[in-house]
């Protein structure tokens, strides 16, 4: 179950792209992803997966940044509740989608 990060505290502090926090939601089973905008891009999405990975997407509209941090929370949720995927091949094929 996605939740705010924090209780949403972060919202509107920096992140790690130097951008500002306008969405940040933590997964009940161990995952996290932050959409910022106006940092080193326009937007910026980073999401990780506790002891596994972490990735940054990037994107030039808020549109198209939403689009991208919804589908990265779907596929993250569904991987997290899939114990037979191969922890390897799912985050290759994860980062190049995204």
């Not at 509107?12 to 891009?41: C, M, Q, V, Y």
Request: aromatic share 12%.
């Amino acid at each position: 179950m996605w939740q705010p990060y924090d209780g949403g505290k972060t919202i509107d502090t920096k992140g790690s792209e130097n951008g500002f926090i306008i969405k940040d939601e933590e997964h009940s089973d161990g995952a996290r992803i932050t959409l910022e905008k106006d940092g080193r891009t326009p937007f910026a999405i980073t999401c990780g997966i506790y002891g596994l990975m972490a990735h940054t997407a990037f994107a030039s509209s808020y549109v198209e940044a939403v689009g991208v941090y919804q589908a990265m929370k779907e596929e993250i949720a569904l991987f997290l509740l899939n114990e037979d995927l191969d922890d390897a091949d799912w985050c290759s094929e994860f980062v190049n989608r995204f």
